[in-house]
C-alpha cells in the first residue's frame, strides 16, 4: 500500500502558476514511478505527466509540454506537479498516481484523492 495525498489545489487566472504535491507514506516510495492526471467534468481521465522512481526519464501530454514540469523528492517522500502559463482548459481534478511510467491510468496501482484546480478566464 501506497497513501497518496494531493496538496496545492486552488483557484488561479489564466496565465498563472500553481504547484501540486503528492505525499506518499511507507518507505517504498523511491521505488515507484509516479504519475500525475486529470479528470475536467464530463471527460475522461487524461495523462498529464509522469517520472520513474529514480527521477531521470520524464513524460508530458503534448498539451501541458513547455508549461507542466514534473518532479520528485524521494528524501521528502513527495512529488511535485509545477503548472505555469495555466489555461483554463487545463481546470479538472487533478490525481498522482504511483506503479507507472506509461499514459494509461488502468496501469497505476495506487492513487490519491485529487486536487482541484480551476483556471478563471
Known amino acids: 500500500q501506497v497513501p497518496l495525498v494531493e496538496s496545492g489545489g486552488g483557484l488561479v487566472q489564466a496565465g498563472g502558476s500553481l504547484r501540486l504535491s503528492c505525499a506518499a507514506s511507507?518507505?517504498?516510495?523511491?521505488?515507484?514511478?509516479m504519475g500525475w492526471f486529470r479528470q475536467a467534468p464530463g471527460k475522461a481521465r487524461e495523462f498529464v505527466a509522469s517520472?520513474?522512481?529514480?527521477?531521470?526519464?520524464?513524460t508530458y501530454a503534448d498539451s501541458v509540454k513547455g508549461r507542466f514540469t514534473i518532479s520528485r523528492d524521494n528524501t521528502k517522500n513527495t512529488a511535485y506537479l509545477q503548472m505555469n502559463s495555466l489555461k483554463p482548459e487545463d481546470t479538472a481534478v487533478y490525481y498522482c498516481a504511483a506503479g507507472s511510467t506509461g499514459t494509461i491510468a488502468a496501469r497505476y496501482v495506487y492513487w490519491g484523492q485529487g486536487t482541484q484546480v480551476t483556471v478563471s478566464s
Open positions: 511507507g518507505r517504498t516510495f523511491s521505488s515507484y514511478h
Open positions: 517520472i520513474t522512481s529514480s527521477g531521470f526519464s520524464r
